[in-house]
Each structure stands twice: as C-alpha cells, then as structure tokens.
C-alpha cells in the first residue's frame, strides 16, 4: 500500500541518516580552494540531491545562505529534524524541489554542490539550469564515494559477494556510475577538474555497517521482491565470525574500519 511504502521509505530515510558516511574536511577544502582560485563568492550555495543534510551540513558554515534541495520530501523532513543538530545552522534551509528545476534567481548562486546524486539527474537539463542559476564566476561541484571496502579481508570478500552476487540484477542501472567513480563523466563547463586523490576512512562497528549496507538500494529492491527471506541476517551472522572476536557478548559493537575512494569534480560557469 501507498502507507506503507511512505513509512518504509521514512525508516530508509532515518537509516540513511544515521549510516551513510561522512566526508573529510580535506573535501570541503579543495573545492573552497578550487572556488578562491577562481574568484567565485561566498554569499550563496545550493545542495542538489541533499539527501538528509549530511552534504549541506558540510558547506553550511562556508557561506552566508544555504540551500539544501532534494525530491523527497521525507529526506526533506529528516534534514530539518536535523537542523537543530547543526551548531552553525545560520542560514541553512531545505526545500523539496529537483535538481533540474531549482527555486533560485537566475545569476544568484556561487556554488552548488551535488553529493552522490548526479547519476540520477538529467544531465541536459541539469546543466542548462547551472547555466541559469551559477552567477559568473559560479562553481559546480559533483561529488562522491565509491564502494566502502572493510579493511579485513574476510568481511571484503563477504561484501563482494553480497554486493555483486546475491544482489547481482538489483542495482539500478545507473548505480554502475558511483562504482566507476564517475571516471566517464566530464562537466561542461571551464576549468574542469577532477580529483580522485581522496579517500574516506569510516570507523564504524559491525552493526553500523550492517546498517549501512541496509541502505543500499539493490538491498531495498531485493527485499521488495522477497518479503520472506533477508539476506542481511546470513550476512551480519558471517560478518561476526569473521570479525567478532569469540565468545563476545557483544559482537555487534566490534570495530571495524571501511575506507571509500572519493571523487571531486569541478567546473567553473
């Protein structure tokens, strides 16, 4: 039923939420830098796909008015939930609106920023509407993770075949892109540079992790078509043995260490 694809897609959003990983600060700082060097200004940025507000959050402080915008509204609602958490929320604000289309004067933005969500937009449109919106000198940021590989080697080879066995036929056709680190992708627009020198190193602990492979889609999507049968709890029982040192009484709460490969790419209106 309709309700009941609105509430699994409001626990998706709170889950999402408290699992994806964050960005390094070096992240922010080469695209300020990237945008200093070319003298755009630091009065207006617009987040596209901005999810619950983990990228807006991460440029927010950066300039005087932030917009953050996403075509779901419960990812809406979790980014204003989370507003309060943001110490420097000054500014900040989230409204339901698609990327291609966005609620911005023409000539009013320095940057915008697009985390993890390019692959999904019209890229014709969309450009076109960074033509629009960018003021000159304006800078477009598009960026991402790869794959978060577990540094022990067992839990690698577990995800491995999770992710492009038992999944395999569930992954979006367009998810092949964040994989590939957006290697085919290249931004009309001046300057273009792209940066694949960083990585993100995500602490986390058996749980956590679990619950983040809980919020890929080709995991939503299988659990879609077989209600009866998680493959998540074969997964998480392994995931322990492999990891957990034993008989602990609490094998969940084991650390674990993933690292993602980022991908930074830039251009300049």
């Keep these: ?18 699992f994806r990983p964050s960005y390094p600060r070096e992240l922010v700082d080469a695209i300020l830098s990237y945008c200093t060097r070319h003298g755009c ?10 999810g619950s507000g983990q990228s807006t959050a991460l440029i927010a402080r950066e300039y005087a008015k932030t917009v953050g915008v996403d075509v779901s509204p419960e990812q809406i609602r979790q980014a204003n939930a989370g507003l309060a958490k ?113 990585n993100a190193v995500i602490h986390t602990t058996i ?10 889609s080709g995991y939503q999507s299988y659990r879609k078509q077989h209600l009866d049968c998680d493959p998540l709890e074969e997964f998480r029982q392994k995931l322990i043995e492999v990891v957990a040192p034993a008989k602990c009484d609490t094998p969940l709460e084991t650390p674990m260490t993933t690292v993602a490969p980022l991908f930074l790419l830039l251009g300049i209106n």
């Design 86 to 198: 943001i110490a420097d929320a000054v500014g900040v604000s989230y409204v339901v609106s698609e990327g291609e289309n966005l609620p911005m004067a023409s000539r009013s933005v320095d940057l915008v920023t697009c985390s993890q969500a390019y692959h999904w937009l019209n890229w014709d449109r969309f450009h076109r509407e960074m033509n629009r919106v960018l003021r000159s000198p304006g800078c477009l940021a598009v960026y991402g993770y790869g794959l978060p590989q577990p540094q022990n080697e067992d839990a690698k080879q577990l995800m491995g075949e999770l992710y492009g066995g038992t999944l395999k036929g569930y992954w979006d056709e367009r998810r092949h892109y964040v994989d590939d680190c957006y290697r085919d992708f290249h931004l009309p627009f001046k300057h273009f540079k792209r940066d694949d020198s960083m």
């Design 1 to 18: 039923s309709m309700a009941r694809r609105l509430f699994e897609e409001a626990i998706h959003a709170v889950n999402y939420a408290k």
């Design 207 to 216: 749980g956590g992790f679990v619950g983040y492979v809980s919020t890929w």
């Design 41 to 50: 200004g630091r009065q207006i940025a617009v987040d596209v796909g901005c």
